[in-house]
């Protein structure tokens, strides 16, 4: 089930030729950083350890851009970093693929009526 209101998404015509905080990688998108800042091993925290070190590579090792966020006043908030945008309220309702399909298909809000449900790596990089 998919909390339709939550992921129906947009791109917000209002950020076009705008600057976006770059991604500390060479990736085509940005990644948005999740803050987690301690290592683990196997069972506990750790110190973060080096290149070549046994649990090298872990997501505190990287930094992304940090996550930046705009409330438009007009019941959605925009993803700086993405340039998606959001719904701020949710129905409440919980829906299959399909009918949250047509929901966000069909859906007007703040003058966009080019809502969709995202897929996967909309959803990774607004994290």
Not at 16 to 31: C, E, H, M, V
Not at 51 to 75: I, L, W
Request: glycine share 8%.
């Amino acid at each position: 089930m998919i909390d339709v209101l939550n992921v129906c998404s947009a791109t917000d015509s209002r950020l076009a030729g705008q600057q976006r905080t770059p991604a500390a990688t060479t990736l085509s998108y940005p990644i948005v950083d999740t803050g987690q800042n301690t290592c683990y091993d196997n069972y506990s925290a750790i110190s973060c350890p080096e290149p070549g070190e046994a649990f090298y590579g872990q997501d505190a090792h990287y930094a992304g851009a940090a996550s930046q966020y705009v409330d438009n006043g007009d019941g959605t908030v925009t993803d700086l970093n993405t340039g998606l945008m959001w719904q701020q309220q949710t129905m409440g309702v919980l829906l299959s693929w399909r009918p949250a399909l047509y929901n966000c298909e069909n859906l007007s809000l703040a003058d966009y009526n080019d809502w969709r449900l995202p897929n996967i790596n909309h959803l990774k990089k607004s994290l």
